[in-house]
T-cell receptor, first 116, second 113 residues
Framework: EAGVAQSPRYKIIEKRQSVAFWCNPISGHATLYWYQQILGQGPKLLIQFQNNGVVDDSQLPKDRFSAERLKGVDSTLKIQPAKLEDSAVYLC??????????????FGPGTRLTVT | AQSVTQLGSHVSVSEGALVLLRCNYSSSVPPYLFWYVQYPNQGLQLLLKYTTGATLVKGINGFEAEFKKSETSFHLTKPSAHMSDAAEYLCSVIDRDTGKLIFGQGTTLQVKP
């Protein structure tokens, strides 16, 4: 089966610019996650969707970050305006959690964002 | 709140030597535990997981980990390191109520020829 797809793989922008990332989860996976991984740290959950509803966005900086999952499939994560500290790898993951008892998450390759 | 601590941000071993990456967790209920590997410029790949049952878990690429409840540990081992094992290794625990995955800070494994 196809894995989690993300695009773009790399993005360089200047501070105060906007950027958007796209994620296509594994077919049939109800749950989708966006993580931020800053260099030298483990991934930190930004937002979790169950189908097209938000389950947890407590760690999402809502003044500049937004995310949506229309129709419960693809998702986009947007940063507007970007700050230097947003430089990180943004990982998307999906899970059948909600449909089965498995809690395994499947990760995409990530988008490496550099803010200059 | 659940948390994960990985001892040692960098571990260096010689090719053929034992690999031991340490992970301790805090959890008020029996945890689900995972080890992920992250190769440069790639996403996370699941190495192995513990949910229930046998406490010694075998994963891909010759890795295994043992769940020790009394020590709240889930250390990752491999008898003989290979150059291709050089990567970032992430230990994680899951909140069974929310499905939220909590990661440690990661350990970079370097394998010397």
């Amino acid at each position: 089966e196809a894995g989690v797809a993300q695009s773009p793989r790399y993005k360089i922008i200047e501070k105060r610019q906007s950027v958007a990332f796209w994620c296509n989860p594994i077919s049939g996976h109800a749950t989708l996650y966006w993580y931020q991984q800053i260099l030298g740290q483990g991934p930190k959950l930004l937002i979790q969707f169950q189908n097209n509803g938000v389950v947890d966005d407590s760690q999402l900086p809502k003044d500049r970050f937004s995310a949506e999952r229309l129709k419960g499939v693809d998702s986009t994560l947007k940063i507007q305006p970007a700050k230097l500290e947003d430089s990180a790898v943004y990982l998307c993951a999906s899970s059948p959690h909600g449909q089965t008892s498995s809690y395994e998450q499947y990760f995409g390759p990530g988008t490496r964002l550099t803010v200059t | 709140a659940q948390s994960v601590t990985q001892l040692g941000s960098h571990v260096s071993v010689s090719e053929g030597a034992l690999v031991l990456l340490r992970c301790n967790y805090s959890s008020s209920v029996p945890p689900y535990l995972f080890w992920y590997v992250q190769y440069p410029n790639q996403g996370l790949q699941l190495l192995l997981k513990y949910t229930t049952g046998a406490t010694l878990v075998k994963g891909i690429n010759g890795f295994e980990a043992e769940f020790k409840k009394s020590e709240t540990s889930f250390h990752l081992t491999k008898p003989s390191a290979h150059m291709s094992d050089a990567a970032e290794y992430l230990c994680s625990v899951i909140d069974r109520d929310t499905g939220k995955l909590i990661f440690g800070q990661g350990t970079t494994l370097q394998v010397k020829p």
